[in-house]
């Protein structure tokens, strides 16, 4: 493989690497539902809706997470999937990728231990500024193309 050949397919890694903490995220989720169902004896059909399970449960911060997971990533997912389709992929753009996924990354560690609000607002907005860099760079190479 050449040089823009490995590029392409590299720009394809970080989102696998997102994807596999999500499916963390999921196993932690998993986990701790079950827990939790188990320990409060709390019956399945007490969270049939999202507005019991939020008035029912208490360990809620797995859940939260996975569902910020489908949030803004989902752009970082398009954008990658664009850049290797274009094979507008640059090293820039590669650095950036892997930045995001480990703000990211880093952004998982927080909101599932010490849940601090300022670190988690500042691991997402730092990831947003890459992940909004990141797009404007993509466009001004498709404009440019």
Known sequence: M????QIKYAILLPP????????FVFARLYRDR?????????????????????????????SDHFRNMFEVPVLFYALCGFLAITQLTNHLLLACAWGYVALRAAHTYVHLTSNIVIRRFQLFFASSIVLFVMWAIFAARLLTA
């Open 34 to 62: 079950i827990a939790e169902i188990r320990a409060r004896r709390i019956h399945p059909q007490h969270l049939a809706s999202a507005k019991q399970a939020q008035d029912t449960l208490q360990n809620v911060a797995a």
């Open 2 to 5: 050449d040089g823009p050949m």
């Open 16 to 23: 696998t690497a997102l994807a596999l903490i999500t499916a």
